[in-house]
């Protein structure tokens, strides 16, 4: 009885401890990704550094969009101008889950270190299984209604990607359009969540109203 009793113990305490990190962990996200998108690059890396020390397999947990931790580091060094660290947690970040974002991310760094072939072919997968994924998730997801409703995000990666065509991946232009649309797909996580809160926000107020 008494083992029994140790081991009930022993796994509870496992669990709150588990549950510790992985508070801690989607805590330090959710800080690195304010910082990366309107702070300090440096701090940001610095959060994505101790969640992925914490949970090396952690992918976002409060929304149906791909994007796993290592992705997070790799672009917060890119940002900070880490370019071969970059690339390293990059290409780590691109095995995982189909981390599609990951992909444009990587086919930035290297481009910038010369790879332009490998470059544009990663960009490429990474905008369309971005691309695709919105389609699908529109079609089969019960959320997929909050996800680039009007289609803008769509349109700009068809053009991003006719770009590549034409003028190849070391068009600086080019770069900064890619770059400046990798932010805009970051923060559609925010602006689908936000439209799907206000829904159930609404559909609640309503549904006690007729009550």
């Known amino acids: 009885m008494r ?3 140790g081991k009930l113990a022993l796994l509870a305490f496992v669990l709150f401890l588990q549950g510790c990190v992985a508070y801690q962990v989607g805590g330090d996200i959710q800080k690195g990704r304010m910082e990366l998108l309107y702070g300090d690059p440096k701090i940001a890396l610095g959060y994505f550094e101790r969640a992925a020390e914490l949970d090396p397999d952690y992918r976002l947990n409060y929304t149906i969009f ?8 790799g672009r917060a060094n890119l940002a900070a101008g880490n370019v071969p660290e970059a690339r390293k947690a990059l ?7 189909e981390d599609n974002l990951a992909k444009v991310y990587l086919g930035l760094v290297l481009t910038r270190q010369g790879e332009r072939d490998l470059g544009r072919q990663s960009i490429e997968a990474g905008l369309k299984g971005i691309y695709e994924w919105y389609d699908y998730v ?11 409703p009007g ?5 700009s990666i068809q053009s991003n990607l006719a770009g590549l065509t034409s003028r190849g991946s070391d068009s600086p232009e080019l770069v900064q359009n890619i770059a400046l649309l990798g932010r805009e797909i970051e923060m559609e996580i925010d602006r689908a969540k936000d439209h799907r809160d206000l829904d159930l926000m609404r559909k609640y107020h309503g549904d006690e109203q007729r009550r």
């Not at 290409?91 to 889950?97: F, L, M, Q, S």
């Open 151 to 155: 289609k803008q995000l769509r349109k």
């Open 3 to 5: 083992t029994i009793v």
């Open 66 to 73: 791909p994007e796993g931790v290592w992705s997070y580091v």
């Open 91 to 97: 290409e780590r970040a691109r095995t995982r889950d």
């Open 138 to 148: 529109q079609f089969y997801h019960v959320d997929g209604q909050y996800w680039d």
